[in-house]
């Protein structure tokens, strides 16, 4: 054991046996903090009213490492010293502090938390205690007193930000906490943005509170070379309908272990948990030993990073129950590198379901195609069941790019009857085979009559490739279909039916027929005898000058079409080479679109 | 009406209304190969042109701007910008500098 000497200095000295002990052990709440030029203050705020921290109790004893004290401090108090330098702050009674009530001119300063002090500080709250403390690193080895946590605020009797942006610390060995959780009752963004963070170690710990604990390990490990080894296995969170934002731009280690957890059997929300996860653990989740997976949305949920070119490889949900989820937007979105997604064949999917926006973009070589293994695939029946999805915008855009695969089981009964909006939805898509299309509806679209590329239809089908035939003669799209610019554009499509002879179809809102089938495959496009182009102001490039994108018969009902319904001026239809029909009502037709002011470039008359 | 026979060697070509300044040029291009594509007007100016150089010196000089027809071929194609340019250009990369749209910018 070690006595002080006489200028307070511990000194070892020897037990009877002859065997050297070490310095005294600490027993108050140790901090050390490092005064600036021009700012030797240093104030710990309660972050409490003054009647809330009455309440709370808060009476401590504060040695303020320069030979001077405050005893029975009951508030905030600040303290200023008389020179540049580091002073180890002992602290004992019944205390909080608040990183966030502080601010960083304070947090700043602290460099070092070297002991919690259980046997002296009793903790009123634990909340933000260390919130921006980015430059402390951790040395206690002992644990917090919460055995009585203030319960006087909706936030004081949780763990939440207690480290958060403490990114300065490299490792948490907090298992000796794990029977001394006292009364917290939440975990949310415990170690949010801890990103030097090499490991993290919960074992034991009972997060079964009335609380959550969303953001916990939220950015943890992001700076580091391996990522973070976050040890937390069989995690009880059986009691949060949240489960948000858990892993999110995190970079886990390889050796990480989330094993066995248990969520509210009830369900909970997924949302982003695990977007932008990065790390070797990151890049294989397997959720696999997990129950209870029930997610009432999966927004995001799985998301990849949007700079990276590499993000998870594999994802493992099997048992994961998804007949409650009503969204999938977003939700293994900008996963480049991932090639399976593991338990998707049990997913079940109804029609209250809303929400495949962007949830497949980037999935460059995800197989989820008849030819890839059985717990790969999403059953036929997931792709009929998004009748109440409303935003189809960029649902399938660079599906497959790297490597294409064959449509989907199912693929062709995708219900789109509740769309109101589709841009962009197959835009980069590759298969090796072209899907049945000709049951989408889109029967419920609404204008967004915004900038030209956030109009709907707008670049359907730009950059696809595999897809050869558009059926669209059974979309039963109304005037709300507001523009084909770039529609097929750079595709592989060889034909596109709009109608043939009397269609439902709606063309009267469609403004633009800008590049719609330029550098395409397109040779065929059927126009219904009906069309309405009245809304039509420009068809520049339409294709390229070299390109036949419609035989004679069907450049004639479009220019018959275009004569009879618009009376714009100042157009110009590049047409490339395609032909009509000389001599008779077309050419009448084409020289009245000219005479009205307009400019077409064809192959002339044959 | 004014227009380019198929078999004109002049396949370079403005069309503008009175006036003078970019806003009366309202297309200019490429109209294809001889042989295989014909334009036709109701534009009242047509002027056409043997070579892409002597097309970009006589739009530049209406325009008043050394760049404006090097723009109108490389951000032909983004939707922001209302470029006039149509057809192929063997000096400039069409659409070189249009946004590129595959990924609609969207807050998710």
């Known amino acids: 054991m070690g006595i002080l000497n006489g200028i307070g200095i511990a000194i070892e000295t020897s037990t009877l046996d002859g065997v050297p002990s070490g310095p005294a052990e600490e027993t108050k709440f140790v901090i050390e903090v490092e005064t600036t030029i021009g700012d030797l203050d240093f104030k710990i705020d309660v972050g409490l009213s003054a009647a809330q921290a009455t309440a709370a109790g808060i009476n401590f004893n504060v040695d303020w490492g320069d030979g001077s004290s405050d005893s029975g401090v009951t508030f905030d108090i600040t303290h200023t010293y008389p020179s540049v330098d580091t002073y180890t702050i002992k602290i004992d009674g019944r205390f909080t502090m608040n990183g966030a009530s502080m601010g960083t001119p304070n947090t700043y300063k602290i460099k070092k938390l070297k002991n919690w002090g259980t046997a002296e500080c009793e903790m009123a709250s634990l909340y933000r205690m260390f919130y921006k403390a980015t430059f402390m690193t951790y040395e206690a080895t002992d644990y917090p007193d919460v055995s009585n946590l203030y319960t006087g605020t909706g936030s004081s009797r949780t763990f939440g930000e207690l480290f958060r942006d403490c990114e300065a610390i490299t490792e948490l060995d907090l298992t000796g906490w794990a029977s001394n959780l006292g009364n917290a009752n939440g975990f949310a963004s415990m170690f949010f943005r801890c990103k030097n963070l ?11 509170v009335t609380g959550n604990i969303n953001s916990i390990f939220r950015e943890v490990g992001s700076l580091t070379t391996n990522g973070c080894k976050v040890i937390a296995p069989n995690v009880n969170q059986s009691n949060s309908n949240l489960f948000d934002y858990i892993f999110y731009f995190a970079k886990l280690h390889a050796d990480t272990d989330i094993t066995g957890w248990t969520l509210r059997a009830a369900g909970q929300r997924w949302l982003s948990t695990f977007y932008g996860t990065t790390g070797d653990y990151g890049a294989n989740i397997d959720l696999s030993t997990w129950t209870n997976m029930k997610p009432t949305s999966l927004q995001s949920a799985f998301q990849g ?25 977003f939700f293994i979105k900008e996963n480049n590198a991932l090639t399976s997604f593991i338990g998707a064949s049990g997913f079940t999917n109804t029609s209250s379901t809303i929400g495949i926006r962007q949830a497949f973009i980037k999935c460059k070589v995800l197989n989820i195609s008849p030819s890839a293994p059985a717990a790969n695939q999403f059953p036929a029946t997931f792709w009929s069941g998004f009748g109440s999805q409303t935003v189809w915008d960029n649902a399938f855009s660079s599906f497959g790019t790297t490597t294409a695969y064959a449509p989907p089981t199912g693929f062709d009964n995708l219900d789109t009857s509740g769309g109101t909006q589709a841009k962009s939805m197959f835009s980069g898509t590759k298969f090796t085979s072209s899907p049945d299309l000709s049951s989408l509806d889109f029967s419920g679209l609404v204008a967004v009559g915004s900038a030209p590329q956030v109009r709907t239809f707008y670049a359907m089908f730009y950059l696809s490739s595999g897809i050869t035939n558009i059926d669209a003669r059974n979309w039963n799209f109304s005037n709300d279909a507001e523009s084909l610019e770039y529609f097929a554009r750079s595709s ?32 065929s496009i059927n126009w219904p005898t009906n069309a309405d182009f009245s809304s039509v102001t420009t068809a520049q490039n339409f294709c390229s000058t070299s390109d036949v994108p419609m035989l004679t018969a069907q450049y004639d009902n479009f220019l018959t ?22 001599g008779g009502a077309v050419a009448t037709a084409r020289a009245a679109i000219v005479a009205a002011g307009n400019t077409i470039i064809d192959g002339g008359p044959v | ?38 334009l036709e007007t109701g534009l009242p100016i047509l002027v056409t042109f043997f070579t892409e150089e002597e097309l970009q010196t006589a739009v530049n000089t209406i325009a008043d701007n050394p760049d404006y027809y090097k723009d109108q071929v490389e951000l032909e194609g983004d939707a922001e910008y209302d470029s006039k340019f149509t057809g192929e250009s063997g000096i400039y990369q069409v659409g070189l500098r249009a946004s590129e749209i595959i990924e609609i910018p969207e807050k998710s």
């Open chain 1, 305 to 329: 990073a949007n700079s990276s070119d590499s993000s998870k490889v594999t994802i493992n949900v099997t048992g994961m129950d998804t007949s409650i989820c009503t969204t999938f937007q």
């Open chain 1, 198 to 208: 090499e490991s993290v170690n919960v074992t034991g710990w009972d997060f079964n």
């Open chain 2, 1 to 38: 009406m004014a227009r380019i026979e198929k078999d004109n060697p002049n396949r370079w070509f403005y069309g503008k209304i009175e006036g003078t300044g970019e806003d009366s040029l309202k297309v200019l291009g490429y109209i294809g190969l001889q042989g295989q594509t014909e």
């Open chain 1, 492 to 523: 592989s499509i060889q034909t596109i039916t709009f109608g043939s002879g009397f269609s439902a179809n709606d063309f009267s809102g469609i403004a633009s027929l800008k590049e719609m089938v330029r550098f395409s495959s397109v040779t």
């Open chain 1, 561 to 582: 079409r275009i004569n009879a319904t618009n009376s714009n001026t100042g157009v110009t239809y590049s047409m490339g080479s395609c032909t009509y029909t000389g």
